[in-house]
């Protein structure tokens, strides 16, 4: 029965683990098929045939397609239960609100030791204050920064 499976089969370590039977004989030339037909197309065909391959699975970029039914009523349970399901929120971002005129130098000196800014673009940073001075760090950094800047001299606040 092993003599009727070609060699070069996409699934013949496997099948020669299991006992064969027809069934399984023809689903694998069918896929060699399959595969032989989609390697013979040209790149706009295979652009179109992966558009038509996730439209009929119900894929599309972003993810998973859901009909509308299904959005709408999980819209409303979903506006019911998402005061209960508040994710904890794991990047922050720090913004620098004000700053001592007489600590600015302070404040700078503050802003090159965490980021890896050259003395003329912290002190840019410092004068167009607000302004975001760490994006998406940790809460323990954010904190240790924040807690820096107002050493320093800075009102800082966490976003």
Avoid at 9 to 29: D, K, P, Y
Avoid at 122 to 132: G, N, Q
Avoid at 151 to 157: K, L, M, N, S
């Amino acid at each position: 029965m092993l003599s009727r499976i070609p060699k070069n089969a996409i699934f013949s370590g496997i099948l020669s683990r299991r006992c064969l039977c027809t069934a399984v004989e023809t689903r694998t030339q069918k896929l060699e098929r399959i595969a032989d037909e989609l390697l013979d197309l040209n790149k706009i065909e295979r652009h179109d045939y992966v558009i038509l391959l996730r439209y009929k699975m119900g894929i599309n970029r972003y993810g998973p397609a859901v009909s509308s039914v299904q959005s709408s009523s999980s819209a409303a349970s979903g506006a019911a239960s998402s005061p209960a399901e508040v994710k904890e929120k794991t990047a922050f971002d720090v913004k620098l609100e004000k700053f001592d005129a007489a600590a600015k130098l302070k404040v700078i000196k503050e802003i090159r030791a965490f980021t890896d800014l050259g003395l003329k673009e912290a002190k840019e940073l410092v004068e167009k204050a607000p302004a975001m001075v760490k994006k998406g760090v940790t809460k323990e950094e954010a904190e240790k920064i924040l807690e820096k800047l107002k050493e320093a001299g800075a009102t800082a606040v966490l976003e």
